[in-house]
Each structure stands twice: as C-alpha cells, then as structure tokens.
C-alpha cells in the first residue's frame, strides 16, 4: 500500500522540463490613428522583426469604397541559419508577398502554351443550356 501511495505521488507531482532563457524584446512600436492609418514594428532579441504601416484608400467615401491596405515586412532566421525576408503589400488586390525564399512555379513547357495560345483566338462561345 506504501508502494502505491508513493507512485501516486511521484506521478502525480509537476513535471517540469527545461527552462529556456526569455528572449528580450528590443523593440516596440504601435500607433493608431482616427483616420485609419496605422504603424507597428518590433524587433526581439533572437533577430526577429517586423513592420507594417497602413491607411484606408478612399477615406471617408463610404465603405463600399473604402479599402483598408498594408504594407509590410518581417525577417526571422530559418533552423538551417537562412535569413528569411519577407515584403508584403495587402490591398484591392490581395495579399502579394515578395522573398527570395518564396518559390517560383515553373515555366509552362512549349507544347502547351502553344495550345493556350491557340485556345485565347478562338471565338467565345456560349454555353447551350443543359436539361
């Protein structure tokens, strides 16, 4: 019964793992205004950072009109020491980011661009309904 008591007790206590060091934050900024703009930034002492300002397009035409946009970056180093950057704008047009890092698609092999070419001269036609 002991033996069992004891078990319980060690089983049941905390488990504690290995601490790690805080990381220090170096910088920070954060700004918001009435009319829609707005900065932040920060940066840690591990070499992380970030930054992103942004306004309203069209501020004060109604919403319909209005569009929020950012722009932006932020850079971190990768587990295999690569620095990642990263620039981004958000808008109208979505979310466009811009790194080296980012991967490319490749190029459209020679056959079939050709047949996308001769696809985009042909005359639309409209589709007959099903029934």
Same mark, same amino acid.
């Given at each position: ?6 078990? =319980? ?7 504690? =793992?290995? &601490? ?11 700004? !918001?205004?009435? #009319?829609? $703009? @707005? +900065?932040?930034? @920060?940066?840690? =002492? ?7 300002? =942004?306004?309203? +397009? ?10 929020? *946009?950012?722009?932006?970056? @932020?850079?971190?180093? /990768?587990? #295999? ?5 990263? !620039?981004? $704008?958000? #808008?109208?047009? %979505?979310? !466009?980011?811009? %790194? ?13 661009? +050709?047949?996308? #070419?001769?696809? /985009? *001269?042909?005359? &639309? ?5 099903? %029934?």
């Amino acid at each position: 019964l002991f033996l069992l008591f004891t078990l =319980g007790y060690v089983w049941a206590a905390p488990q504690q =793992g290995p &601490s790690t060091e805080p990381i220090p934050i170096l910088k920070y900024e954060n700004e !918001v205004n009435f #009319d829609g $703009t @707005y +900065k932040w930034a @920060y940066e840690t =002492g591990n070499g992380i950072s970030a930054q992103e300002s =942004g306004f309203v +397009k069209n501020f004060g035409q109604g919403e319909p009109n209005e569009i929020q *946009t950012a722009q932006g970056q @932020y850079s971190y180093t /990768a587990p #295999d020491g690569q620095v990642i950057q990263l !620039v981004y $704008t958000a #808008d109208e047009n %979505g979310f !466009v980011p811009q %790194g080296s890092h980012i991967p490319t698609p490749p190029p459209i092999p020679p056959a079939i661009q +050709k047949a996308l #070419d001769y696809l /985009a *001269t042909l005359p &639309s036609t409209p589709e007959s309904p099903r %029934g």
